[in-house]
Nanobody
Framework: QVQLVESGGGLVQAGGSLRLSCAAS????????MGWFRQAPGKDREFVAA????????DYADSVKGRFTISRDNAKNTVYLQMNSLKPEDTAVYYC?????????????????WGQGTQVTVSS
C-alpha cells in the first residue's frame, strides 16, 4: 500500500503559476505509475497528467498540454505538477493517484490509491 498527501494548492491570479507536490509513504514509490486528476464543483473528476515509474513517459489532457508539467523524484518519493499560465477554468480540487504497473506503464484510469486533494483557485 501507499499513502499519498498533496500540498501546494492555493489562490492565484490568472496567468500565474503553482507547483503541486504529492508525497508518498513507503519504500516502493518507484513501483507506481502516478497521475494527477482534478474535480471542479459540480463536475466529474477528470484526468490531468500521468507519469511512468521511471519518469520517461508522460501523458497530458489536451486542456493542460503545454501549460502543465508532471515530474517525479523517486529518491524523495514525490510527484510534482508544475502549473503555468493558469486559467480560471483550472480551479478545482487536485488529487494525485498511484497505480502499480510495469516500468513504462502509464494510464488515465483505474488508479489504486488516492490522496485527499488540494484546492487550487484561479481568480480572473
Amino acid at each position: 500500500q501507499v499513502q499519498l498527501v498533496e500540498s501546494g494548492g492555493g489562490l492565484v491570479q490568472a496567468g500565474g503559476s503553482l507547483r503541486l507536490s504529492c508525497a508518498a509513504s513507503g519504500r516502493t514509490f518507484s513501483s507506481y505509475a502516478m497521475g494527477w486528476f482534478r474535480q471542479a464543483p459540480g463536475k466529474d473528476r477528470e484526468f490531468v497528467a500521468a507519469i511512468s515509474r521511471t519518469g520517461r513517459t508522460t501523458d497530458y489532457a489536451d486542456s493542460v498540454k503545454g501549460r502543465f508539467t508532471i515530474s517525479r523524484d523517486n529518491a524523495k518519493n514525490t510527484v510534482y505538477l508544475q502549473m503555468n499560465s493558469l486559467k480560471p477554468e483550472d480551479t478545482a480540487v487536485y488529487y494525485c493517484a498511484a497505480k502499480t504497473g510495469g516500468l513504462h506503464f502509464i494510464t488515465r484510469r483505474e488508479y489504486d490509491y488516492w490522496g485527499q486533494g488540494t484546492q487550487v483557485t484561479v481568480s480572473s
